[in-house]
Every structure is written in structure tokens, then in C-alpha cells.
């Protein structure tokens, strides 16, 4: 690796490698010129017999870059493990029932702490049903009008515009005649109570089935506080909730095995790691840099790579 403006490099060869690398990935000009930061046409004539009539090297230095980062990327891959995508926890068995009641035209709640998989788990649902439709909500789309935004983009209506009651109209037109339609809305802690009230109303109108799934303070929203009443309407409609604080023992069992971890010392290991704030999120990365761990010494993934990953990602020793 090196600095190709502090390094002359050769502009030919790199002609000749993006021609080649062109024609080996079949990406086009306009691909390449996202992953370059080239402008497709200087592109375009640097690769042809023609040749570009600019500054020829300062695109050479852009292609030698790339080639870096792609050789860099490719043993970063080699050493990384097969890192499983979706597998099934008692927890996501559930959120996955709950998706499937809320489908029936239902309101259900998902309430856990962070990384217990209920993203992959809906994730997982929307791939597998068809009329699912997922939108994450976020501190810029806590207001009604952005929030409608997005759940129309989530419906395939990306930049629409339009008063807060049109575009109420959009997303019930475009839900009503589908066949069990479901609205999940993950991060629904974002939303502010006007906004949770205006998806209430979507229900209410048309029958959609509606999913909040959140972080723990979803559930304390709707049951206690001085919020509470505000909610009454959409708290008593809600036909299911789960509520999570840490994942089952049974839940960092499957991802033991998922990781195909058999040995019971590094069992014990994974479950105090997932039992702290990140569960089985924190653990799936303390896993995946203990596997590159345990392949740089030629070794079996054990406690001790699983020890050591831990304290790198925490910045504090796991006590032995």
C-alpha cells in the first residue's frame, strides 16, 4: 500500500487493468465512476483507444486507489469467518408468531434492548410474506410529515410530497386493497405521539396491521407516565406485545450454535458477553473478531480468543 501521489505509477498499466477489470465484472462506466469518484465520460475516455485529453495521471492515482482498496477488502474477507445471516432464537420464533397475528389486521408492540435480533427477525418476515412493508424510523422523522414520508418510500413511493391528511390518503389507498397488509415500523421510539396517533388512525381507517418495534422505552410510553393517556386510543387496540430486557439463555444457545461452539468453557464465555448491554449483537462481533483471531494463531476458536476479542471491542478485561 502506498500513496500514489507520492509514488509515481505507471498510467498505462492502469488503463489496462480498469479495461480489464471492466470487462471481468461486467460493470459499466457509470458503476465504476461511483466507485472511483470519476465522472463516467472521463472514465469512458480514459479506457478508450481514444484516450483522455486531460490529466491523465490524476485518474491513474484514482484507479491505483481502487485497486488498493479491492486488494485490501479481498484479504480482509479471506481472514474473516462466514458470519450466519439469519438463524432462528426462541426470541425471533416469537417476534416472528407476533408479525404473523399482526398480519391478521392487528397491533402489536416489540419492546427489547439492543441486539436481540428483532431487526433481523423482521427482516427475515418481509422476505418470507409477501404485502410486508418495513420502515425504520429516526430522530429526522419523529414529526408526522417525514414519518408518512418514509413509510411511503417503504411502499414504493419514494420523494412524496403532500399535506400531512393527502398523504395519510396515499398510504391507505395504497394498503387497503392489498391482501393482509402489515406496516412494521422498527426504532418507533423516534416517533412522536402525534405521529404514533396518525398510524393509529391508518388502522383504524383500513384495517392494516401495524408493528412498533423499539428499545424498552416503546412499552413505557404506552403503560405508565404522564404520556400514558395520550396513547389510551392505540394502547388499548394493541392484540399483542413482547417485552425483552436480555436475550434467553436458549437465545445465545442457538447462536453457539449457529457458530457450530461446542466446547463449554467458550459457551460460558459467549453468555456473559451477551447477558451485557448488546446481547447478541455485541457477541456476533466478539465471535467474528475471535474467529480472526483464532485463524491467525492456526487454532480452534476458544475462550481465550473469545476473552481477548471481548476486551478489544469493550476496552476493559473480562475477569478470567
Known amino acids: 500500500m502506498h500513496d500514489p501521489a507520492a509514488h509515481p505509477v505507471d498510467v498505462e498499466e492502469q488503463r489496462r487493468w480498469l479495461i480489464d477489470h471492466k470487462a471481468s465484472t461486467g460493470a459499466s462506466w ?22 483522455y485529453a486531460g490529466d491523465n495521471r490524476k485518474i491513474a492515482e484514482a484507479v491505483h486507489r481502487y485497486r488498493q482498496l479491492l ?16 438463524f432462528e432464537t426462541p426470541t425471533s420464533s416469537q417476534i416472528i408468531d407476533i408479525l404473523g397475528w399482526a398480519q391478521r389486521g392487528r397491533i402489536v408492540v416489540v419492546a427489547t434492548g439492543a441486539g436481540l435480533g428483532k431487526t433481523k427477525a423482521a427482516d427475515h418476515f418481509r422476505a418470507c410474506y409477501p404485502n410486508v412493508f418495513k420502515s425504520t424510523m429516526s430522530p429526522s422523522t419523529a414529526g408526522v410529515n417525514n414519518m408518512q414520508q418514509e413509510i411511503l418510500a417503504s411502499l414504493g413511493e419514494r420523494d412524496a410530497v403532500g399535506t400531512p391528511q393527502k398523504l395519510s ?7 387497503k386493497d392489498l391482501r393482509n397488509p402489515l406496516l412494521v415500523i422498527d426504532e418507533a421510539q423516534h416517533l412522536s405521539e402525534k405521529a404514533v396517533e396518525e398510524i393509529r388512525s391508518w388502522h383504524d381507517a383500513v384495517g392494516v396491521g401495524i408493528a412498533l418495534m423499539g428499545n424498552i422505552s416503546v412499552m413505557q410510553r404506552l403503560e405508565g407516565g404522564a404520556r400514558a393517556p395520550a396513547y389510551a386510543q392505540l394502547f388499548s387496540r394493541v392484540s399483542m406485545r413482547l417485552v425483552r430486557t436480555k436475550p434467553l439463555a436458549q437465545d445465545v444457545q442457538a447462536l453457539a450454535d449457529a457458530w457450530s ?23 456476533t462481533m466478539a465471535l467474528e473478531l475471535a474467529s480472526m483471531m483464532a485463524r491467525g494463531e492456526c487454532k480452534v476458536l476458544g475462550a481465550e480468543h473469545l476473552q481477548d476479542a471481548w476486551a478489544m471491542l469493550s476496552q476493559r478485561a473480562m475477569a478470567a
Not at 33 to 47: M, V, Y
Not at 71 to 86: F, G, H, K, W
Not at 169 to 175: K, P, S, T
Request: zero cysteines; charged letters at 30%; a positive charge.
Open 169 to 175: 390518503q396515499r398510504i391507505r389507498d395504497r394498503v
Open 30 to 51: 457509470s458503476e465504476l465512476s461511483k466507485r472511483l469518484d470519476i465522472p463516467a465520460g472521463t472514465l469512458s475516455q480514459f479506457g478508450s483507444e481514444k484516450g
Open 71 to 86: 486488494t485490501s477488502q479481498a484479504r480482509i474477507m479471506e481472514q474473516l469467518p462466514e458470519v450466519p445471516d439469519y
Open 261 to 283: 461452539i461446542g466446547d463449554r468453557a467458550t459457551l460460558e464465555k459467549l453468555t456473559h458477553i451477551a447477558m451485557t448491554p448488546g446481547a447478541l449483537r455485541g457477541a
